[in-house]
């Protein structure tokens, strides 16, 4: 789906095993950016976000946090993913940070 964060358009998708997936969660799939572990979905970060400044600040920071997963992020059935700005957010945030955009 469609919506507005902080006045600019993003792609979002409420993490979900049983609903029917927008084309674009699909082709992550495809492609193997995202992938399921159990009930939590695996999301590989630096794929989302194409931005190599992005990806090397991120990496920066997981190194100096002593964190070597390789840029995954995980979601909870329930949440949403942003795929715009590689967040995922809760339930809670997305009601108060996000407008869905009827398409």
């Known amino acids: ?4 964060y902080k006045g600019e358009l993003v792609n979002v998708w409420e993490v979900s095993k049983s609903e029917q997936q927008p084309e674009w969660i ?6 193997h950016y995202l992938t399921w572990y159990d009930d939590q979905l695996k999301i590989l970060a630096s794929a989302i976000n194409l931005s190599s ?7 920066l920071l997981d190194s100096l946090e002593g964190n070597y997963a390789g840029g995954y992020k995980m979601a909870s059935i329930g949440e949403f ?3 715009t700005n590689g967040r995922v ?7 108060t940070q996000y407008t869905i955009i009827n398409e």
């Open 1 to 4: 789906m469609k919506a507005l």
């Open 89 to 95: 957010v809760s339930k809670k945030k997305f009601t």
């Open 26 to 31: 699909v082709d992550l799939f495809n492609n």
């Open 81 to 83: 993913f942003d795929a």
């Open 53 to 59: 400044v992005r990806n090397i600040k991120q990496g």
